[in-house]
């Protein structure tokens, strides 16, 4: 029976979120496999529900108090402790199939059950079997040696193996450990050789022993915990992994001759001079990884059962941390405290946004550079200065109102901005930003100056309006550069100065079309905002004030990105862009998208919600899927046209009904996810309704409210035909499969099913609708026991995805498969046939756009054709239609779908015809 070795890793010290920093211990061997095993939940229960956090739990033996929290003893002390990262991988051995030489990713070892398993293996200079892994000695008492037998091929395959543990230098002149491909000849071979002496792990092609242009890595554990060679297509590649399962290729070379030729042995030798004898470990020769959990231990509570202890742990994915994180300042905010240039390496600061509510005394700076609070400071007398007046409309955020009797009577904020600042103001240039209103000129918007007044930096407006900045660096009177920009036309600006070589200036995210040769003001200390030093009080309302240092410009990205956020709140950002944005507000650096249908999103610009739920608004926007990866601390988003029209070559896998766990089978016709009524909404936008009235008729009424963040009203409606289109009268589907994976053949490929991946259940029983059902996986919970890996797929019918296009012989059967896509500029023709089409049906509403003809054709009609269709199309209206964008006279208010898209398909092929001639 195959063997399927459970690897469970923890990352004692490290932080789950900076995974390429956690270097992992392999703690398998005490994990209870024979009763619990290990249990996995992930993804949602069904295409209509959100993704849940991802759960792992397992019991490890306690025994020796290794996970005992605080246990000074304990190998792993002080790491034993909550939110330790933790990832389980099932690493799959292969099994020798036909007559030799035999592949050699037919070679295969999980070196567990403590003896060298003599039909794979001859051994010399001591080499054991122990603890779960082959330990080699790198000894001074003579080498040693594991060796296969030559019954093996490198061509079109593979050595794998995981190099767990490195032997130390130990005084040693010459200490050394590798892993080889071997030709017939001495001394000519392929592989990996490890020095202990100089750190290098060097990728070699020796002849005669030697290579004279080896590929040298300084070794790390934990980019190099992986090992392979490998041979396709006439090329060699040298490979490392952390994994087991992402590889990067180190090294490449034409595939010697003797690759071919020959049959080869694969050998892990060692040899030492002198000093201290040590080991190098081996382990999962020839492992197939595939990971299934990455994430976090909730706790390590110990438990006894007499004398007996266990730890049973809990572990869950980023969405733990995600969901703990505070909700998010606005747009605006999140881009200043998470501003990121590439190559230039900026520190925010001081960041006073000035949103205090009303009566505060203070500001605060959040940029977590520890400067002191900006308390309020009377200037002669009269004058307010108040918190909480209005603000920029699309942050939400308030602002601070400067209303001062005079010029120099009235109120301004000051404060120290700290040792910390004062050191960077010394070391770095600095980029100031700041939003004013006012309709005031000749005064002061914010100051700044050293101890002893030799460098002032002011930012003010002239007798004229115009923004101007002072400085000095040698005391005395201030110097001005004038910008010959008039700001206090009371309206809201945004400024940017940066300091650094271009000393540019930005208004309003564009760039002054001049420098300013403004000296670098060093060693600042103190901050006015407001006025200055006791004069030229401000008089209107100033928000955001931010002071990065930086090594290089940065002022050209964060004005445009900055006064973006301000403005807008980035509507019209497409839906990926808006995820990975918001990823990295939660500092997340890994974001994989998958799809290509992403509308543009609506403004997300005011505070107060989490990051979470940010996401998950746009995710339900867009129909997506976003769930944590099961291999890293990343997410994952799909875009809902990643399930359009499954095609049966990319199927995961098929598998015959007779081989799934039958008890657990059922075919469900309800009305769990029956929709027939649609009001639907935007915010800012029209409500709108969608129904399906031969639904309706048949089954009452089933509404849902949709509230999503669209740009147009049109997209709104299209999201609503879309959700009405499917499940307006759902077909019977497979909600949960069952599988014993352990057993199939196709293990590795059931292991590779994710979320939004398709398979087929075939040879279903007589009483089954068909022969055969494609179900689309939403989740899965699954038990990983010794010899046993019980899978239970959440399952959803692939046919409710289904998209037509245009001459497809699956796809574009009228009255069965007419459902069209829609996209933003892709208005959605979206009753299904089964109800809506094949019957004579009143149409609530069309969508009016012109796309509804490109939406039909697919990639086959080339982009002249979609031109002529854009030019002969217009929009009519009808009474009881509404409008209908179809290049055409209106059609009865009564019409079926089949018609409809019959019309439709005649005249876009006409089209498509004319144009392409």
């Not at 990926?576 to 990823?583: K, M």
Request: proline share 5%.
């Amino acid at each position: 029976m195959r063997q399927v070795p459970l690897l469970v890793e923890a990352g004692w010290g490290g932080l789950v979120q900076y995974p390429w920093s956690i270097t992992w211990t392999d703690i398998s061997r005490y994990v209870d496999t024979n009763k619990q095993g290990v249990s996995i939940a992930r993804g949602a229960s069904d295409e209509l529900s959100e993704t849940q956090p991802g759960t792992a739990t397992l019991r490890l033996d306690n025994q020796d108090a290794r996970f005992t929290p605080g246990n000074p003893a304990s190998p792993y002390y002080p790491y034993v402790r909550r939110n330790a990262p933790v990832r389980v991988s099932v690493a799959v051995m292969p099994t020798r199939s036909g007559v030799a030489p035999y592949p050699m990713a037919m070679l295969g070892d999980d070196f567990d059950d403590d003896r060298l398993s003599p039909t794979l293996w001859t051994s010399s200079g001591g080499v054991l079997e122990q603890n779960g892994v082959a330990r080699v000695p790198v000894s001074t008492a003579g080498d040693a040696n594991l060796v296969s037998a030559r019954t093996w091929k490198l061509t079109g395959s593979k050595l794998t193996a995981k190099l767990a543990r490195v032997p130390a230098a130990g005084g040693s002149s010459n200490a050394a450990a590798s892993m080889w491909v071997t030709s017939t000849t001495s001394g000519t071979r392929l592989g990996w050789r490890y020095d202990a002496l100089t750190g290098v792990l060097a990728a070699m092609n020796q002849v005669s022993f030697f290579d004279g242009t080896p590929t040298n890595l300084t070794y790390s554990a934990i980019d190099h915990a992986w090992l392979r060679i490998r041979e396709s297509g006439g090329t060699v590649y040298w490979e490392t992994s952390n994994d087991g399962f992402i590889w990067t290729v180190r090294r490449t070379l034409a595939t010697p001759a003797w690759v071919g030729a020959q049959t080869q042995a694969a050998e892990f030798p060692a040899t030492r001079t002198g000093g201290t004898s040590d080991y190098i470990e081996w382990d999962l020769v020839g492992a197939e990884v595939r990971p299934r959990f990455y994430g976090m231990v909730n706790q390590f509570p110990v438990d006894w059962e007499g004398l007996v202890s266990t730890v049973t742990v809990t572990c869950t994915d980023l969405f733990k941390r995600l969901n703990r994180l505070p909700a998010l300042r606005s747009m605006l905010a999140q881009e200043i405290l998470h501003q990121d240039v590439p190559g230039v390496g900026d520190t925010v600061s001081a960041y006073y946004p000035l949103t205090e509510p009303s009566g505060s005394a203070a500001a605060g700076d959040i940029s977590g550079g520890g400067c002191g609070a900006l308390a309020v400071t009377q200037l002669g007398s009269g004058g307010a200065l108040e918190f909480g007046a209005e603000g920029l409309a699309d942050t939400g955020d308030t602002s601070v109102a400067f209303t001062p009797a005079s010029a120099s009577q009235g109120k301004y904020l000051t404060g120290d901005l700290g040792a910390v600042f004062e050191a960077n103001s010394a070391a770095y240039a600095q980029t100031v930003e700041v939003w004013i209103k006012t309709t005031t000129a000749g005064r002061v918007i914010l100051g700044m100056y050293e101890t002893t007044l030799d460098h002032q930096y002011v930012l003010a407006l002239n007798a004229s309006g115009e923004l101007v900045i002072e400085h000095t660096e040698a005391g005395g009177t201030l110097t001005v550069y004038n910008s010959a920009r008039v700001l206090n036309d009371g309206a809201w600006h945004h400024i940017v100065h940066d300091g650094y070589g271009s000393k540019r200036l930005y208004i309003d995210g564009v760039a002054a079309p001049f420098t300013l040769s403004v000296v670098n003001t060093t060693a600042l200390r103190t901050l006015h905002i407001g006025g200055y030093r006791g004069a030229r009080l401000f008089n209107g309302q100033i928000a955001h004030v931010a002071i990065s240092h930086v090594t290089g410009n940065i002022g050209a990205t964060i004005s445009a990105d900055h006064y973006t956020a301000a403005t807008t709140g980035y509507a019209g950002e497409a839906a990926d862009d808006r995820i990975v944005r918001l990823a990295r507000y939660a500092g997340l650096s890994s974001v994989t998208v998958l799809g290509a249908t992403h509308d543009p999103i609506a403004s997300q610009g005011p505070g107060g919600s989490s990051v979470v739920a940010r996401m998950r608004e746009v995710e339900a926007t867009e129909s997506a899927r976003l769930f944590a990866e099961r291999d890293y601390y990343g997410l994952a988003y799909q875009s809902r046209d990643v399930r359009y029209n499954p095609d049966p070559s990319s199927e995961v896998f098929t598998i015959n009904y007779a081989d799934l766990e039958t008890k657990g089978v059922q075919l469900s016709d309800d009305d769990q996810k029956l929709v027939n009524i649609v009001e639907a909404s935007r915010p800012g936008g029209a409500t709108q309704r969608v129904t399906a009235p031969q639904s309706i008729l048949a089954f009452g009424e089933y509404e849902q409210s949709l509230s999503v963040l669209k740009t147009t009203d049109n997209s709104v409606l299209d999201a609503a035909y879309w959700l009405v289109s499917r499940y307006a009268n759902p077909g019977p589907e497979l909600r949960e499969v069952p599988i014993e994976a352990h057993t199939m053949p196709n293990y590795l490929d059931i292991l590779d099913a994710d979320i939004s991946s398709y398979f087929s259940v075939y040879n279903l029983p007589a009483q089954a609708p068909a022969p055969s059902l494609r179900v689309t996986v939403e989740g899965y919970t699954e038990t990983i026991k010794e010899q046993s890996h019980l899978i239970q797929f959440h399952t959803s019918a692939s046919v409710n995805d289904s998209v037509w296009v245009l001459d497809d012989a699956v796809y574009s059967v009228l009255d069965s498969t007419t459902r069209l896509a829609y996209a933003e500029t892709l208005s959605a023709l979206a009753l299904t046939s089964a109800f809506l089409g094949a019957q004579s049906v009143a149409l609530a509403a069309l969508p009016a756009a012109a796309g509804v003809l490109l939406a039909v054709l697919g990639p086959r009609v080339s982009s002249r054709a979609r031109r002529a269709l854009r030019l002969r199309t217009r929009e009519v209206s009808s009474p009881e239609l509404g409008p209908i964008a179809l290049g055409a006279p209106p059609l009865p208010a009564r019409v079926t779908l089949a018609e409809r898209l019959a019309r439709v398909t005649r005249r876009a092929r006409r089209a498509s015809r004319i144009a392409d001639r």
